[in-house]
C-alpha cells in the first residue's frame, strides 16, 4: 500500500496522474510537464512536497549532535536560518542531502528526502544516545507545500500580513497564512524565487485550495514531480539518489560549498580531509547534448571507446529547449567544453561538459 | 476527449494507419499521444528500411518517457516525416495528420485486414484503462 500525502484527494480532484514515488502515491503532472515547467519560470507554480520527511532534534546536545552528523557548520546559523547540508557516513559517503532549520539554539529541523526517513532516523538516533537531546520523526504530522515561482511572493503575501520581503533567501519565520500558523522559509528546488509552506497536516488542504484559488489569476497552476525533477535539472539542484548516494562524497558531487572541513570534527571527516588532499578522482558535471535525443538517467557513458559511467539525471530541458543532465566523469574529462559519447539505443552522442547551473533566474532585486 | 477517425485501422501499440492503394501512413493515435504527454523527440528509421510485423521502427519521447513505436505488418519504410525533427509536437497537435511518422509499403497488403477498425480500438482502450 502506497503511502499518501494529506492533499491525495485535491491531486485526484485536479485530474493529477499519480505514480509511485518512493513508496509513496504522488501527483507526476496535473496539465502536463512542459506546462507547468513554464509556469514556474514565468508565473508561479505550487507542489505538494509533503513525502519529504521533518526530523526534530531538540535539547541541549541539539547542535553538538547536528554538528556531528552533517557536513556544513549548524554553529554558524542563527535563529530561523536555513542551511542546505548533507549527512555523510565514515566513509564520507551522502546518506542524504538536507535543510538544517534552526528553530533556536536547541532546536532544530531537519528535513530530508522521502526515501531516507526511515534510515536516516535510526541513523541520526544511533548517534544520539550519549548525548541529552531528543530525536522525534515527525513527518506524518506535517504536510509541505513548494509555492514557487517569480510571482510566488505577491500571491503569498495577499494572505499573510507579516511581510515577506523580509525573509531573506535561505531564512524562514513562523508565522501565519491565512489565519493559520506556518513555518514559511525562502527556499526551494526549483531555481526560482519563492517559498516552502510547513503546516500540520489538517491544514494543508486549506492553505493549498486557497493559494490555487487566490494565485489563479496570477498564472499560479498546479505543477506535479515530472516538472519538480526538469526544473531542478535545469538549477543543477542534485536529485539524492541519480546524482549523489552512499558511494559518492558530497566532493565529487560538487557540493564542497556545503563541506566545512575546520568546523570541528564531524562523521566522515576524515575520508573527505584525506580525499581533498589527495585530490579527486572523479566528479559530477553537467552536460549539453549535441543532439536532438535527449539521454535519460542510466544511459551508458563513453570515452574513447571505453565506457565510464552512465548519466546521473538527464532530461529534455523544457525552458532552455536543450537535452542536458549532470554525470560523474573521470577527473581529466571535467573541464568545461570537453567532449564524450553518451550512447542513446545503441548510437553514440556527441555531448560536452558546460557550466552549472544550465539556468540562472536573473535577481530582480538585489 | 479521444479523437479515433473512422477512416482509419488502428493497431493495440496504439499506432493508426491509413490505407491509399499498396501503401499505407503510421503514426500514434490520440490516445497515444495524450498518455504520453508533450512530445520532445521522435527517432525515426530511413526510408528503405525493412521492419517485420510488432518490430519498433522508432521511438516518441516525451519529458518523462520513451515509448517505442512498433511496425503494424511487415513491410518497407518509403518515406519518414523527417518534419518532426524539428517540431516534434506535431505529435501532439496533429496526430493524425501533420503528426504522421512513416509511410510504409506492406510485403503483403491483405496483412492490413487484420488490424482494428476505429470502433474495436475504442473498445481495446475502454478495456484496457479497466484493467
Known amino acids: 500500500m502506497l503511502k499518501r500525502t494529506p492533499l491525495h484527494d485535491s491531486h485526484i480532484l485536479l485530474g493529477a496522474r499519480m505514480v509511485d514515488f518512493v513508496g509513496w502515491e504522488m501527483p507526476v503532472q496535473y496539465s502536463g510537464p512542459i506546462p507547468e515547467h513554464m509556469a514556474v519560470r514565468q508565473a508561479a507554480g505550487l507542489f505538494d512536497v509533503s513525502h519529504m520527511g521533518e526530523i526534530e532534534v531538540c535539547g541541549a546536545g541539539a547542535l553538538a549532535l547536528v554538528q556531528r552528523l552533517t557536513t556544513n557548520d549548524v554553529a554558524k546559523l542563527r535563529d530561523n536560518q536555513v542551511q542546505y547540508s548533507t549527512m555523510t557516513n565514515e566513509q564520507g559517503g551522502v546518506i542524504d542531502d538536507l535543510l538544517v532549520y534552526r528553530l533556536n539554539e536547541d532546536y532544530y529541523l531537519l528535513v530530508v528526502n522521502a526515501g531516507g526517513i526511515d534510515t536516516d532516523f535510526a541513523w541520526i538516533q544511533s548517534h544520539a544516545s550519549t ?236 | 476527449m479521444v479523437n479515433t477517425p473512422e477512416d482509419l485501422s488502428y493497431t493495440k501499440d496504439h499506432e493508426w494507419v491509413r490505407i491509399s492503394g499498396e501503401q499505407a501512413t503510421v503514426g500514434i493515435t490520440d490516445h497515444a499521444q495524450q498518455q504520453l504527454g508533450d512530445v520532445v523527440y521522435v527517432e525515426l528509421p530511413k526510408a528503405g528500411d525493412k521492419f517485420e510485423a510488432n518490430e519498433p521502427f522508432g521511438s516518441v519521447e516525451s519529458v518523462k518517457a520513451v515509448s517505442e513505436i512498433y511496425m503494424p505488418v511487415s513491410g518497407t519504410v518509403v518515406n519518414v516525416n523527417s518534419a518532426l525533427n524539428d517540431a516534434p509536437e506535431k505529435v501532439n497537435t496533429d496526430p493524425y495528420h501533420d503528426g504522421w511518422m512513416i509511410i510504409i509499403k506492406p510485403d503483403n497488403p491483405a496483412t492490413l485486414d487484420g488490424l482494428l477498425t476505429a470502433a474495436e480500438y475504442e473498445d481495446y482502450i475502454k478495456e484496457e484503462a479497466a484493467e
Open chain 1, 131 to 366: 548525548l541529552n537531546v531528543e530525536v522525534h520523526d515527525t513527518s506524518d504530522a506535517f504536510a509541505l507545500l513548494a509555492l514557487q515561482g517569480p510571482r510566488a511572493e505577491f500571491i503569498l503575501q495577499r494572505i499573510c500580513d507579516h511581510m515577506l520581503d523580509r525573509i531573506p533567501y535561505y531564512w524562514s519565520q513562523q508565522i501565519e497564512v491565512d489565519g493559520i500558523s506556518c513555518r514559511v522559509s525562502r527556499t526551494g528546488y526549483t531555481g526560482e524565487d519563492g517559498f516552502e509552506i510547513l503546516c500540520h497536516a489538517a491544514d494543508a488542504r486549506h492553505i493549498w485550495n486557497r493559494l490555487l484559488v487566490i494565485g489563479h489569476a496570477d498564472g499560479l497552476i498546479p505543477c506535479g514531480l515530472a516538472a519538480r525533477n526538469t526544473l531542478r535539472l535545469e538549477a543543477a539542484f542534485r536529485l539524492y539518489g541519480n546524482d549523489m548516494d552512499q558511494t559518492t562524497t558530497p566532493l565529487e558531487a560538487g557540493l564542497a560549498w556545503v563541506v566545512k572541513l575546520n568546523k570541528g570534527n564531524f562523521i566522515g571527516r576524515d575520508a573527505l580531509q584525506r580525499q581533498k588532499a589527495e585530490g579527486l578522482q572523479r566528479k559530477l558535471v553537467g552536460f549539453e547534448v549535441m543532439d536532438k535525443a535527449p539521454a535519460r538517467d542510466g544511459y551508458p557513458v563513453v570515452i574513447n571507446g571505453q565506457q565510464v559511467s552512465v548519466v546521473a539525471s538527464g532530461s529534455y530541458a523544457p525552458y532552455l529547449k536543450k537535452n542536458i543532465g549532470m554525470v560523474y566523469l573521470p577527473i581529466e574529462h571535467t573541464v568545461v567544453g570537453t567532449q564524450f559519447s553518451i550512447v542513446i539505443r545503441g548510437r553514440e552522442v556527441p555531448a560536452r561538459v558546460v557550466e552549472t547551473p544550465f539556468y540562472k533566474r536573473e535577481k530582480r532585486f538585489d
